[in-house]
């Protein structure tokens, strides 16, 4: 079919039933960095003195800004503050485990140094480098895996690119020709020039049947055997799923999956837009997608000039600090086994659930309804303070102190020995 496929569509999960080898690393890191960077950042949300709403990365779309017009923009994109060393070090003082970059967005800008396209960084900038290859040492340099965002159908430069064009007539579009041209032979130089991949994130798939999809996967999984496919290769074909843009599951899910959100409100940098999450609402995020067994990819948007925004700076150092303290309670968890309380969720490890408070109960009595297992101790993880609990035979009731005025949530361990019901999952596998 070549309809952009919906979500569901592109999971399927008697395909994900033969779990990747190469997952463990990615269940266990809990925490990565996107960053969505192109030509869109230096525009930053206006055109021709005109803001336009929405995220950044579509002003393009948004503006219907005409291809021969909008290439003129790269004539002048020199991000010369860009420094892979501080963006990689930013990422490691958060605690991100893996950062994806946009390497070309439906603006169909390469932000790398390609043959296939003079439309990119190298051949149509003043800044004339490859800001990938250094981010890819940079990041690896640091233990963090690396992987590359890339919009495999969607681009508004090509003739034949699918989606959402306004220069071309879709219907007189030869989607194969573009893919023989351009996406496939790009996926092969980003996948065979910067080195071994943990991820490449597919957006938005469409023109191509599933057989022609598994044709170029098997193509690219030769180049990159290790690397993990977003579920938006489309077709059922990723290594694990990709919730919708700012969605988390509501109930705890098995298998390997991922929710992205941007820090503020738009993917590419905006610069009207300073709502940008403080860490208290990083934290509360990581921790509810964690207590469903999920990884939570938070979005950074460069501005034109290769500055990541203050705000994505100060906050995410913010929220490294406490996974610092905390991390314990996120890396290499699962999901909790005490379902979501008014006071907050949990994660879990073998013989241990960590509660993260984030509403101390006005009483200082912190209710675990209905827990079936013998409780050995019960503690503050980070002060270590033991704390008192009295079980009811039904329900265990933990008297808790007032902590330090913490910034997002405080975690309180209970380690048990016995089983505790499973949940009964949506997702088998
Ligand atoms: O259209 C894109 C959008 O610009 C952004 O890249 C998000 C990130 O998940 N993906 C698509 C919308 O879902």
Do not use: C
């Amino acid at each position: 079919s070549i309809h952009a496929q919906t979500m569901d569509e592109m999971w399927d999960s008697s395909v994900s039933g033969k779990a990747n080898p190469n997952l463990k690393w990615f269940k266990e890191a809990k925490f990565g960095m996107f960053i969505h960077w192109g030509l869109y950042a230096k525009l930053a949300g206006e055109w021709k003195g005109k803001r336009y709403y929405g995220s950044g990365e579509w002003i393009m779309s948004q503006a219907r800004i005409p291809v021969a017009e909008y290439k003129e923009v790269a004539k002048t994109f020199n991000p010369i503050k860009f420094n892979a060393d501080e963006w990689a070090q930013l990422a490691k003082d958060a605690g991100i485990k893996y950062m994806v970059i946009t390497a070309k967005h439906h603006e169909g800008f390469s932000m790398f140094d390609t043959k296939v396209s003079d439309f990119d960084i190298v051949d149509a900038t003043p800044y004339k480098k490859d800001p990938m290859k250094a981010l890819a040492e940079a990041t690896r340099k640091r233990g963090i895996q690396f992987g590359f965002y890339y919009s495999q159908f969607q681009d508004w430069y090509e003739p034949n690119g699918g989606k959402n064009s306004w220069d071309f007539d879709e219907t007189k579009k030869d989607y194969q020709k573009y893919y023989r041209e351009k996406a496939i032979p790009q996926l092969k130089e980003l996948l065979g020039n910067y080195g071994p991949l943990g991820i490449v994130w597919f957006d938005t798939p469409g023109g191509m049947t599933k057989e022609q999809t598994l044709n170029f996967v098997n193509d690219l999984r030769v180049l990159q055997p290790k690397s993990l496919f977003s579920s938006r290769v489309g077709h059922g074909l990723g290594d694990y799923r990709d919730f919708g843009d700012s969605e988390v599951p509501d109930t705890p899910i098995k298998g390997a999956w991922e929710s992205i959100y941007t820090h503020n409100d738009s993917w590419g940098y905006i610069k009207h837009d300073m709502n940008f999450k403080t860490p208290a609402e990083i934290i509360r995020l990581l921790a509810n997608v964690a207590s469903k067994g999920g990884n939570l990819m938070l979005n950074v948007g460069p501005d034109g000039e290769g500055n990541i925004p203050e705000y994505s700076v100060k906050f995410l150092k913010e929220t490294g600090k406490w996974l610092d303290k905390n991390g314990e309670s996120i890396y290499g968890s699962t999901y909790g086994l005490i379902p979501a309380q008014p006071w907050g969720v949990s994660t879990s490890k073998p013989g241990k659930q960590y509660l993260h408070v984030m509403r101390r109960p006005l009483d200082g009595k912190l209710l675990i309804p209905d827990f079936k297992g013998k409780v050995a101790k019960v503690y503050n993880l980070v002060s270590q303070q033991q704390l008192s609990w009295k079980n009811t035979g039904k329900d265990i009731w933990i008297d808790l102190p007032v902590f330090e005025a913490d910034a997002a949530n405080t975690v309180v361990v209970v380690e048990y020995s016995g089983k505790i019901d499973d949940y009964d999952l949506k997702v088998p596998i």
